[in-house]
């Protein structure tokens, strides 16, 4: 088994499941817990499970994550990046065309 750390940033806060609520944006570290699996010609490894990091003033809570509420999570938020920039880049053509 490995366990590998990276870290995941949300722009918006976001959730990941009814139960936990919403959280702040931030960036977040995350360990990710896989198997080794024997092949004839490679090795892979299966995603066992995902850790979340939340830290707060005094402590750090562990949040074991489900692969796919996580991956919706990220996604919602770079569509509400997306969205924003699509937005902010709308609103700076108007002024332009404006100001001519």
Same mark, same amino acid.
């Given at each position: 088994?490995?366990?590998?750390?990276?870290?995941?940033?949300?722009?918006?806060?976001?959730?990941?499941?009814?139960?936990?609520?919403?959280?702040?944006?931030?960036?977040?570290?995350?360990?990710?817990?896989?198997?080794?699996?024997? $092949?004839?010609?490679?090795?892979?490894?299966?995603?066992?499970?995902?850790? /979340?990091?939340?830290?707060?003033?005094?402590?750090?809570?562990?949040? $074991?994550?489900?692969?796919?509420? /996580?991956?919706?999570? /990220?996604?919602?938020? /770079?569509?509400?990046?997306?969205?924003?920039?699509?937005?902010?880049?709308?609103?700076?053509?108007?002024?332009?065309?404006?100001?001519?």
């Amino acid at each position: 088994m490995r366990t590998r750390s990276s870290s995941v940033s949300f722009e918006h806060p976001f959730t990941l499941n009814r139960g936990l609520g919403e959280l702040p944006a931030g960036t977040y570290a995350i360990e990710i817990d896989e198997e080794e699996i024997q $092949a004839t010609d490679r090795t892979a490894y299966r995603r066992l499970a995902i850790y /979340l990091y939340v830290e707060n003033f005094a402590s750090t809570r562990t949040i $074991a994550v489900i692969p796919a509420d /996580l991956e919706s999570a /990220l996604k919602r938020d /770079l569509t509400s990046v997306l969205s924003q920039a699509g937005a902010d880049a709308s609103e700076r053509v108007v002024r332009r065309g404006s100001a001519v």
